[in-house]
């Protein structure tokens, strides 16, 4: 069922996203455990010039956004305080934002982080809560930017250790159609809405796969799809490669979403990516058709 039409762009803060084309976005983690120096991001700082190298190189490599997370939601991973996140989060958001023109995503749960970060210039707010934490949906309503709803059951401490479904991806419809009237009804309308179905999150690989497969059906409601697998632990199961050897898993799903239907793939790897969204957008059978 179509709930909306997808507009030919997605307004972000003072930019504006193409969805006509599928559009990579970096992952840019400033989780101390992702950076052997794990220190402070203090403007002038080492750590800072080094995550802002990342940055450069993900826009000159083709990302269209650059997704920064301060806490990380790996499986097991504890969460961070309201104080750490801002701190980790918020100068690297003023820094991107001063440097480079690209649009600027914050991956949080956090309203003060959500509302700090849109002062500072973020042009979308991606959630894996689905703006369920306090006063997260008034922060990101009052923003003004597009939020990205992702689905998860459960928090990442424990989503991992027994997923249980019915009806996968009805559970997931219905999450994601109680979040969207959720939105409309604290003043966030479908054109700034992004559905995301949660790869990973509180999910086992059969539950990965079938959410895989009826991504055609997310697509045909309306929003923006976003698809988040790069190196996670369903291509890990489907290769049986650490989370250092899953480059080409990674690319060969952000190839077949791109054939289904998503918008937005989040990725590590941006120049791969960047490619192979490419070649799958011009190989798409309706591109081809209308040709
Ligand atoms: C996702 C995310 C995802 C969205 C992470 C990881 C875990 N945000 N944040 N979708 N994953 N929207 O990258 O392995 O799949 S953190």
């Known amino acids: 069922m179509s709930t909306f039409t997808t507009s030919s762009q997605l307004r972000c803060g003072d930019r504006f996203l193409d969805l006509r084309e599928p559009q990579v976005m970096a992952i840019i983690n400033v989780t101390p455990d992702s ?3 794990g220190g402070k991001y203090h403007a002038g700082s080492a750590l800072l010039d080094k995550i802002l190298a990342q940055v450069d190189l993900a826009c000159a490599e083709g990302a269209s956004l650059i997704d920064v997370g301060g806490e990380s939601t790996r499986p097991g991973a504890a969460r961070v305080s309201e104080l750490e996140e801002c701190q980790r989060v918020l100068p690297v958001v003023e820094a991107i934002a001063q440097r480079f023109d690209v649009i600027i995503s914050v991956d949080t749960s956090n ?8 002062i500072l210039g973020a042009g979308l707010i991606n959630d894996v809560r689905a703006l369920q934490q306090p006063t997260a949906m008034q922060e990101a309503a009052a923003s003004g930017l597009p939020v990205c709803l ?6 990442p401490q424990s989503m991992q ?12 419809e219905r999450f994601l159609r109680q979040r969207i009237a959720a939105c409309a009804a604290a003043g966030v309308g ?3 809405i992004v559905l995301d ?12 796969l079938e959410l895989f497969r009826r991504l055609p059906d997310m697509v045909a409601w309306g929003c923006p799809v976003l698809v988040g697998v790069s190196r996670k632990s369903m291509i890990g199961a489907l290769t049986g490669r650490a989370v250092g050897e899953r480059l080409a898993g990674s690319v060969a799903m952000a190839a077949m979403a791109v054939e289904r239907g998503a918008h937005i793939i989040r ?12 070649v799958a957008q011009a190989l798409k059978l309706e591109n081809i058709a209308n040709d």
């Not at 179905?197 to 990965?208: I, Q």
């Open 197 to 208: 179905p949660g790869f990973g999150f509180a999910k086992t690989l059969a539950h990965n």
């Open 111 to 118: 309203a003060a982080v959500m509302r700090e970060s849109a």
């Open 150 to 155: 992702m689905h998860m059951q459960g928090e």
């Open 190 to 192: 479908a054109e700034r």
């Open 267 to 278: 990725v590590h790897d941006v120049k791969e990516t960047v490619d192979a969204v490419r």
């Open 161 to 172: 250790d027994n997923p249980v479904y019915r009806d996968i991806g009805g559970e997931v």
């Open 35 to 37: 950076f052997s120096d």
